[in-house]
């Protein structure tokens, strides 16, 4: 279950060859991207985000309390 | 059941629609209060009693027995300091008691650095409805109490 959100974000990030970096903040995702057009809002949504803010190449995925272990969860997935 | 939130640090209670960062202003991740520090070098503490469930240099959650979660945010965007000024007194996994010391840090300096000291401290995942008692805007100490959330 936990598996299935992080690889559904992983992939509403434009998936594991799109991702720079990954680093969990307490509530969010602060995420580094090699293209930030990649990024599918609604699909990160659906996926349960809360919210989602973007500037260029870096993506703030807004997932809350559980933002350590889906992190890592998508590391795994890198 | 309920519990009384208590105010991690010394300051002035705000609205926090004017944390400067949509997580908190916008209420992402569950309703609360910010407290913007007085400055100096102080001790950030926990606001209710429980089990330090995450913890980082700049914030950190006490998971409460009752199922409920508070945040503690040290600061807007402090995660980009890396630690660097922040002195931890507990560990990750512990039980600490509502008005123990997590954490000393420096608001002044964090301001300094060019980043908001104001402290979001937040119900995780629960409607705003679950928030009562709130203290009014004006100064507390750290330890007074700040609000209530129902679980």
């Known amino acids: ?78 | 059941m309920s519990v009384q939130v208590l105010s991690p640090v010394t300051g002035l209670v705000a609205p926090i629609s004017e944390v400067p960062d949509p997580v908190f202003s916008q209420s992402m991740v569950g309703p609360g209060v910010a407290v913007k520090p007085s400055g100096g070098e102080s001790q950030a503490v926990a606001p209710v009693e429980g089990i330090l469930s995450t913890l980082h240099p700049h914030a950190f959650v006490v998971s409460t027995d009752d199922g409920s979660a508070v945040l503690v945010h040290l600061g807007i965007d402090t995660i980009e300091l890396e630690g660097a000024g922040f002195a931890l007194h507990a560990t990750k996994g512990e039980r600490v008691t509502a008005g123990s010391p997590i954490v000393t840090w420096n608001p002044t300096e964090v301001e300094r650095q060019g980043y908001s000291s104001v402290c979001p401290v937040v119900a995780l995942e629960v409607g705003q409805e679950a928030l009562s008692d709130m203290a009014d805007d004006g100064r507390v100490n750290h330890g007074d109490p700040l609000f209530t959330v129902d679980s």
Do not use: F, W, Y
């Open chain 1, 1 to 78: 279950m936990a598996d299935d959100k992080a690889s559904a974000i992983l992939a509403a990030l434009g998936g594991q060859g799109n991702v720079v970096e990954i680093e969990p903040c307490i509530t969010r995702l602060r995420c580094e991207l090699e293209d930030g057009a990649k990024v599918d809002e609604p699909a990160l949504k659906k996926a349960g985000a809360h919210g989602v803010m973007q500037q260029g190449t870096v993506v703030q995925v807004v997932v809350g309390p559980e933002a350590d272990t889906i992190a890592s969860d998508i590391e795994d997935l890198l």
